[in-house]
């Protein structure tokens, strides 16, 4: 089993719809959760983390997490042609580390 | 808002010499810096944990012969590929940790795309 687990996808939606990513990991004991967007052919970057079980909303983003279940999501409303990327989880580690998942590809269709 | 610099973007070099790549935080000191490998199509792959001053930790099945750290400073880590293959060729990114203090947050750079020839 992956430590970090994400459906690959495709996922495509379309726009103005709300994309729903998601994310599984296997340490019981991680503290801290990310989603990373990355375009096709450049180095990721941070959408959001969270550390709290519940939602954290930014904007169109809002990301889930749900501890006892080993769970996290990320939500985007009215989704974009832009939004079109792949969507990476990643889960801290105590030793500072972080663990990605496969990442998931979305395409949003205009 | 944070900025990790990565250069160079891209590098072409023949089989058999050595390429240096260079990442920098700009506006924060990085207490860890981390390099990984990306193929086509393929995930993330952690190569090596840096923290100034002291010898890089490198993930299992990554050769700390061929692939040298170096992290001379809170705002510089290097990483250069010895003797350069053909199956070598890959994007490599960095990523600094220490802009979100408390934080395990990444500020990634943009990368180099190594093809050797």
């Known amino acids: 089993q992956k430590e970090v687990e994400q459906n690959s996808g495709p996922l495509s939606v379309p726009e103005g719809a709300i994309a729903s990513l998601n994310c599984t990991y296997s340490d019981r004991g991680s503290q801290s959760f990310f989603w990373y967007r990355q375009y096709s052919g450049k180095s990721p970057e941070l959408i959001m983390f969270?550390?709290?079980?519940g939602d954290k909303e930014d904007g169109r983003f809002t990301a889930q997490l749900n501890k006892a279940s080993q769970y996290v999501s990320l939500l985007i409303r009215d989704s974009q042609p832009s939004d079109s990327a792949t969507y990476l989880c990643a889960v801290g580690t105590n030793a500072g580390k972080s663990t990605f998942g496969d990442g998931t590809t979305l395409t949003v269709k205009p | 808002g944070a900025v990790v610099s990565q250069h160079p973007s891209w590098v072409i070099c023949k089989s058999g010499t050595s390429v240096k790549i260079e990442c920098r935080s700009l506006d924060f000191q990085a207490t860890t810096m981390f390099w990984y490998r990306q193929f086509p199509k393929q995930s993330l792959m952690l190569m090596a944990t840096s923290n100034e001053g002291s010898k890089a930790t490198y993930e299992q099945g990554v050769e700390k012969d061929k692939f040298l750290i170096n992290h001379a400073s809170l705002t510089l880590s290097t990483l250069t590929v010895t003797s350069a293959h053909p199956e070598d060729s890959s994007f490599y990114i960095c990523?600094?940790?220490?802009?979100?203090?408390?934080?395990?947050?990444?500020?990634f750079g943009a990368g180099s795309r190594l093809t050797v020839l």
């Open positions: 990523s600094a940790q220490g802009a979100v203090s408390g934080a395990n947050v990444l500020t």
């Open positions: 969270i550390y709290s079980n």
